[in-house]
């Protein structure tokens, strides 16, 4: 227990603590020679705590067989108080070898009980025969041994203090001292991780630094993959590091979640943009596909909705050795009041961490897999799971044929207004004929959005295809061509579609990071870069169109 100016206050800190402060008290009661309480387990006798004023009887620390002990005369039976005025003329002590070391003593012993009944140990104290304890004293003593009974019972309480404080508001009332230890013990684990993370983070930040600094262009082949590898660990660090915090502070209950106007499509949009750099260097095929309005505004938490769906991109992103990831976007609109639900969809080729321990490996169907079992395997995934919850959503994960795993959020959102110049551009396009030339893969976005503003879309991946429509009189209004149609020759598949129709504007779409001679950027009307922004695309059918 914690002492301010010689004052106790609090709680103590351990019974060894408790026992020192009731022996400090009984010896300035009493006028006893030893006071010392004593614990045992049935089988040992140890001294927690002892007072001598004069002659060394007992000291603390000391450990007797408990039969062996004056303690297991207290103790045996029914635990009552024993006196004996003078151990060597008494029958239960004058043949014991504790009473060959201690001579003749006058002895009172007090057991200490706990709540349910059990006995931890004894409060005594000893002195020459003939000594005289008057009844308020032997009230002392009992209340003593009492008092210190409810502090060993209250330790138990507090190791099981977490579980307690979830049950009811009349437990909780009793046991609001051991909720402010616990919020105590919270804030210094708090405290702990804010402090390791600060002394991590600036080395680390530093090394991060200095691989920039070590790269030079006279390096070889061998030290710039050192130099990535070390890059990439400490990136990877870094990322811990972060999810951490963003975890414990999701735990503690500090995470708010603000209610204001955002654009869904932009922050979707741009939270796997983040990924797309990476999909590129590791040759995934990143695909966005959001059945969405980009008119529409919504009342969210936009960080905290970039924050969830980012940790899933990038579980995603790392499990997928090659194929695709695929993010598709839907709103459910429920028929009364102005609250949507977002149903977002993370799909990804691969199968799960620990997958084979999650389902049978013989599966063919979609089946839903224990998103408790695979969140706690991944700090990132723990990290979407609050954040999910405290948004009012939830995250499901689905195998598909074995090949696949998708994760579905769904996310209540609030609908704000839309945007009215967004829409009448969106009017505007009514009507209007597409030729859209693209490899058949996953990525439809594309072809959804221009369908969803009710565009004319034509759509193949056969080159041949596109000149048999024009031959036989299909005049589009635009063209819009996918650089992986024809690797290698699709300029050249521009050029002779501009050759058939002059006045015809084309659009590229580019993969992520791809850069293009300015020759051959002249053929087109715009550059695209790929999953394809809705604003973006928007922007270039708006200016292009009459």
């Not at 009012?392 to 998708?406: A, C, F, K, P, Y």
Request: proline fraction near 3%; charge should be negative; aromatic fraction near 6%.
């Amino acid at each position: 227990m914690g002492t301010v100016e010689g004052r106790h206050q609090g709680f103590y800190k351990s019974i060894e603590e408790a026992a020192a402060h009731i022996v400090d008290v009984l010896s300035g009661i009493l006028g006893v020679n030893t006071i010392f309480v004593a614990t045992n387990d049935g089988v040992t006798n140890v001294i927690l705590e002892a007072f001598n004023r004069k002659d060394e009887l007992v000291v603390k620390g000391a450990a007797l067989p408990f039969m062996e002990s004056y303690c297991s005369l207290v103790l045996k039976d029914n635990a009552s108080v024993v006196t004996i005025q003078d151990t060597c003329e008494h029958s239960a002590t004058r043949s014991m070898d504790v009473t060959t070391g201690l001579g003749n003593r006058f002895f009172v012993g007090v057991p200490i009980m706990r709540r349910s009944g059990e006995a931890f140990g004894t409060i005594c104290i000893m002195d020459d025969p003939g000594y005289v304890i008057h009844e308020k004293d032997m009230k002392t003593l009992e209340a003593m041994a009492v008092f210190l009974g409810y502090v060993v019972d209250l330790e138990s309480a507090l190791r099981a203090q977490e579980q307690k404080l979830s049950d009811s508001e009349q437990l909780q009332e009793k046991l609001q001292a051991e909720k402010e230890r616990a919020e105590s013990e919270a804030l210094t684990k708090t405290q702990m991780l804010k402090l390791m993370s600060h002394e991590i983070r600036n080395p680390l930040n530093g090394i991060l630094g200095l691989t920039d600094l070590m790269r030079t262009p006279d390096m070889s082949e061998e030290q710039a993959e050192y130099v990535n590898m070390i890059e990439t660990s400490g990136n990877i660090l870094l990322t811990l590091l972060n999810n951490m915090m963003n975890f414990n502070t999701n735990e503690a209950g500090k995470t708010v979640i603000h209610d204001d106007p955002f654009d869904l499509v932009s922050t979707i949009e741009n939270t796997v943009y983040l990924y797309a750099g990476t999909a590129t260097s590791k040759n995934i095929e990143l695909g966005l596909n959001l059945n969405l309005n980009v008119s529409q505004v919504f009342i969210g938490d936009e960080i905290k909705l970039g924050q969830l769906l980012g940790h899933v991109m990038q579980y995603a992103m790392d499990t997928t050795r090659e194929g695709a990831v695929l993010v598709t976007a839907d709103l459910d609109e429920e028929e009364n009041g102005d609250t949507d639900v977002l149903l977002l969809r993370v799909r990804y080729t691969g199968q799960m961490i620990s997958d084979n321990r999650l389902r049978a490996s013989t599966a063919k169907t979609a089946e839903t897999i224990s998103t408790e079992k695979l969140i706690g395997s991944n700090l990132g995934l723990a990290v979407s799971q609050n954040l999910a919850i405290l948004m009012h959503g939830r995250i499901q994960v689905n195998t598909l044929d074995g090949m696949m795993t998708e994760f579905q959020i769904s996310l209540p959102l609030r609908r704000y207004w839309d945007l009215p110049q967004v829409t009448s551009v969106q009017q505007r396009l009514k009507g209007k004929k597409v030729l859209l030339a693209k490899d058949p893969d996953i990525l439809q976005g594309v072809s959804s959005l221009m369908r969803r503003w009710e565009m004319d879309v034509h759509m193949t991946s056969d080159s041949a295809a596109a000149y048999q429509w024009l031959k036989e009189g299909f005049k589009p209004d635009v063209a819009v061509v996918d650089m992986g149609l024809r690797e290698g020759i699709t300029v050249d598949f521009i050029m002779d579609l501009k050759r058939q129709a002059e006045a015809m504007p084309v659009i590229m779409l580019v993969p992520y990071g791809m850069h293009m001679d300015l020759h051959q950027t002249q053929a087109f009307d715009a550059v695209l870069t790929k999953p394809v922004r809705q604003t973006e695309l928007l922007n270039a059918l708006s200016i292009i169109l009459p």
